[in-house]
Structure formats: C-alpha cells, structure tokens
C-alpha cells in the first residue's frame, strides 16, 4: 500500500489551462516551467497541461506543457497500431507504436492473447497462424496493468481506483512499466503489414490468408479489414 500511495505522490491527473490562469497557492506548490508568480500565487504562462509531480521537495512542483510535450497514453478503448515483437502458443508480445495516428513519444508494450484474437471459434485459435513478429497490427485496447518498478521489485497494481489514475496521469517510465491488454477481435483489427519468408510486403486474399506477390506463397493471418482513417499511420 505504501508503493501505491508513493507512485501517487509522483503524479496527477492532468488538467487543460490557458495563459494567465491562476493554478495555486506557493503554500501548496513550487512553481516549475511554464508558470509564474505573482501576489502569492502560481499561474499558466502558457496554454496546456497542468502537471505536478514530487521531486523530493517539500511541496509537488507544478508545471505547464504543451500539448505537443505532453505523453500520450493508449487508454482503454483506443485503436492502436503496433509491431509484433514475440508470438508463443498463449500470446503475442507487441509494441504500441501509435494511438490512432498519433505517434507515441515512448514505447508501450502490450499483449493480445489467443482468446482474444477473434471473436468465433476462439478454442481453434492458433497463435503462429493469426501474428508473426515483425507483423504490423490494428488492435484495442481492453485493459491496462502497470507495474511498480522499484530497487528491483516489480509490482503489478490492478486496483481500479489506481489504474484509472495511472492512465490519466503523465507517467515517468522510470516508475512504472505499462502492459496494455489488446484484442483484434473486430473485422476491422488484425494484421495490416506482413512479410513473407521472401522479405516481401505481402496482400491480404482473405480474413485469414496473406499471400507474396513474388513467390505466390501463402502464410496464415488473422487480417484486418483497415479503414480509410487508419492507412496512412
């Protein structure tokens, strides 16, 4: 309990503000970037996102950053493309590379598991024949779990009253390592890029069948039906 109230401590939610709006009393907070004092008081000198974050201090020091400085999380129920690292007979292991089609500044790690690959039949679901690494893939979002990573100690938090803090605060990837929970069971998720053995982009023939172009072989998929908004990311 102590771990969680600490990682607490080390952020909060973040908030929209604009230029010249009062955030707080110096009683409460040390004023960081983007802030300014006046009579008392800390305000935005900037428009963007309200953080505070403990440093050591006696008080949380306040900031102000940008939307464009500001980290990007996949929350639940977001699209999100990313790249297979590892497949085993359970799961692939990913890395979320973009939250729509945004990129993300820092590396998330997620997992789709063989359940959660399609939405029938999921007993004769074959984790080799829907992702191999190096595969591009749409996913969702369906869960988040962090883990505390302290003096060597990893501890996985799946208190809903944390995670849902945790995913809307800026998070210090020094504390805390994400793994997302992913599902490709829609038409529209799966497998967007695949290469064949041959080292060639290959093209979907169907919802479970990728081919190559040059040598017409053909290696099993879980395919995605892509739309419009995401063939650019």
Not at 150 to 170: I, M, N, P
Request: glycine share 6%.
């Amino acid at each position: 309990m102590e771990n969680k109230i600490g990682l607490l401590e080390n952020m909060s939610p973040m908030k929209l503000c604009v230029p010249g709006e009062r955030l707080c009393s110096t009683e409460d907070c040390i004023p960081g970037t983007g802030t300014y004092l006046r009579h008392g008081y800390i305000f935005a000198s900037l428009a963007g996102y309200v953080l505070k974050k403990n440093e050591g201090e006696e008080l949380p020091v306040i900031s102000v950053v940008r939307e464009t400085e500001a980290q990007l999380l996949p929350d639940v129920g977001a699209i999100v493309t990313c790249k297979v690292t590892s497949i085993n007979p359970r799961f692939a292991k990913v890395h979320i590379l973009y939250v729509g089609s945004t990129p993300l500044k820092d590396r998330f790690r997620g997992t789709i598991r063989k359940e959660d690959v399609r939405a029938t039949e999921k007993d004769k679901v074959e984790t080799y024949k829907s992702f191999r690494p190096g595969d591009i893939v749409l996913a969702k979002v369906i869960s988040f779990k962090p883990q505390v990573v302290s003096k060597g100690c990893r501890q996985q938090l799946t208190d809903t009253w944390l995670v849902e803090s945790l995913t809307r605060a800026q998070i210090s990837l020094g504390d805390v390592q994400s793994n997302y929970l992913l599902t490709t069971a829609e038409n529209e998720l799966g497998v967007v890029v695949a290469h064949s053995e041959a080292g060639v982009q290959m093209v979907p023939i169907s919802w479970c069948e990728m081919q190559c172009p040059r040598t017409h072989a053909k290696e099993f998929r879980k395919v995605a039906r892509v739309q419009p908004e995401y063939l650019q990311a």
